[in-house]
């Protein structure tokens, strides 16, 4: 008899994502690179959890972060006290879990487990988490009446001190969370779980597993550096818009790199374009781009968004997971050649909409062209603003028609080779402006990045001295953004 693994109901959850992902975790938890993105996503969770809490004021906290063993004496008492439990945590057979919520029902000995998630929908994955639960609580001898899954309603509107649940004057509720009774979908699962669980020792007690194609579901594998680490520079998934069935297809004949695929074989032209110019090694920018940007009018605005999410919304009148502004930054260029620079960043800690709007208006101007990269996300955060902010909205709506965006104009006119498929601006900008690289870019270096500062620039525990650090990482992000749409319009336009 070999060794016998300890489990828990992440380990499980990895098993059940990809088997190659436990024993990684296990044998081989050195190569997860360092990932912030994880610690934006279990912030979002726990301020979640914290709120649904408030539904159980009676309710008793299992030190989470204390000893296992304090932890599951404690959770024994407050069984037998018949309160609700957060974070009750039991043992069984080897495998730990901890439930967000347990509540004693009215009558008899059972109780209903209430599992939390930022999420606005009920998903798969969160179904075989909450079988892992419910099985290994049975286990330990918790009998679990219900199992019921609360996840954020996208509907919700902040009223404002901090109150996530109220009954309007009309009678309909107003509530951050949605519940979902998924006993009847859940305990067909429970059969599994003890297959699950002998599996998982298998395979943490054998080699290596061969690799999936789960990577990016249900969740994006942190080992995806490790496993890929011997993919060809030019993967198929550099085509773009190609599906897993033509990869197969391609795979099954042979090719592992763009380079590798013959003519004559890709019908899509965008892939064929791509195909082509990386076996030729170097970019290509076609005609047509000249001609639509020296039509456009001056003075020319470049403009740029950083906004903002919230599972749990902070300010009144704001929903869920809204997308809300905080910053912008514009280039303006004139007919002489020359640019000037304007921005807009508040780190009050106050909605930061309505300033945004008023000074967006004034630095716009009533004329002239305003190009942006992707124009379905400034044209809905501007419109947005403009229902929100309704007398505004005049001033607000009339930027809209003047909005050009350079994403399509780019796609159908310039590839190169290092962008791999990818026309996001990060993906040109180092291949026309190299000088302009995000890489050179501090502490916020993308979207994600700026929304971490963002959320700590406002927290009231940051030291000034850090929030000053941050105010100016996230001008130089924002304000680079823009920079490179001027360098992108020039490249395009052949200047
Ligand atoms: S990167 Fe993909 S293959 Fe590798 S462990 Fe993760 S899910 Fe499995």
Request: with cysteine; net charge negative; charged share 25%.
């Amino acid at each position: 008899m070999g060794q016998r693994f300890g489990l828990s109901k992440s380990k499980l959850m990895a098993f059940w994502q990809c088997p190659r992902r436990l024993w990684l975790s296990v044998h081989r938890p050195d190569c997860v690179p360092a990932d912030e993105t994880n610690d934006a996503v279990l912030a979002i969770g726990t301020d979640v959890g914290v709120v649904a809490r408030l539904g159980w004021p009676e309710g008793i906290l299992i030190a989470p972060d204390g000893p296992l063993e304090a932890a599951l004496s404690q959770t024994r008492a407050a069984l037998a006290a018949r309160r609700p439990l957060f974070e009750a945590t039991v043992q069984q057979d080897g495998v730990l879990v901890r439930a967000d919520i347990l509540v004693p029902r009215p009558r008899g000995k059972a109780f209903d487990l209430v599992e939390v998630k930022s999420s606005t929908s009920v998903k798969d994955y969160q179904l075989a988490d909450i079988a892992i639960q419910a099985q290994v609580f049975a286990g330990a001898g918790v009998s679990v009446k219900r199992r019921v899954l609360h996840y954020i309603n996208s509907a919700f509107i902040y009223p404002g001190d901090q109150c996530y649940r109220e009954i309007r004057p009309d009678g309909t509720e107003n509530s951050l969370f949605a519940a979902e009774d998924v006993t009847a979908v859940v305990q067909p699962l429970e059969a599994e779980v003890p297959g699950w669980i002998v599996e998982a020792r298998r395979t943490l007690a054998g080699a290596m597993p061969e690799m999936t194609d789960s990577c990016d579901d249900p969740y994006p594998c942190p080992y995806q550096a490790f496993c890929h680490a011997d993919a060809p520079e030019y993967p198929l998934s550099c085509l773009p818009r190609i599906g897993a069935g033509a990869i197969e297809v391609l795979s099954g004949a042979g090719y592992t790199d763009v380079r590798d695929i013959p003519e004559g074989v890709l019908s899509n032209p965008t892939q064929e374009w791509v195909r082509q110019v990386t076996r030729a090694g170097r970019f290509d920018r076609r005609p047509g781009a000249r001609a639509a940007l020296r039509a456009l009018d001056y003075p020319r605005y470049y403009l740029d968004f950083e906004t903002i999410q919230f599972a749990v919304p902070i300010w009144r009148g704001t929903r869920p997971y809204e997308q809300l502004p905080f910053q912008w930054s514009c280039h303006r260029e004139e007919r002489s050649g020359t640019v000037s620079h304007t921005e807009f960043l508040d780190l009050s800690g106050a909605d930061p909409t309505r300033p945004f709007a008023l000074a967006l208006i004034e630095a716009l101007g009533a004329k002239g062209p305003i190009c942006v990269y992707n124009q379905g996300f400034e044209g809905r955060v501007i419109r947005e603003l403009a229902t929100r902010h309704a007398d505004l909205a005049a001033p607000l709506t009339a930027l809209l028609a003047r909005l050009v965006d350079l994403l399509p104009l780019t796609r159908a006119h310039y590839y190169h080779p290092a962008m791999k498929g990818s026309w996001s601006i990060k993906a040109v900008l180092p291949t026309i402006a190299p000088d302009l690289d995000y890489a050179g870019l501090a502490e916020v270096q993308d979207g994600g990045g700026a929304q971490e500062a963002y959320r700590e620039a406002i927290d009231p525990a940051t030291a000034p001295e850090r929030k000053k650090v941050l105010d100016e990482a996230l001008r130089r992000y924002c304000g680079r953004d823009t920079q490179a749409l001027v360098r992108l319009a020039s490249f395009l336009g052949g200047g």
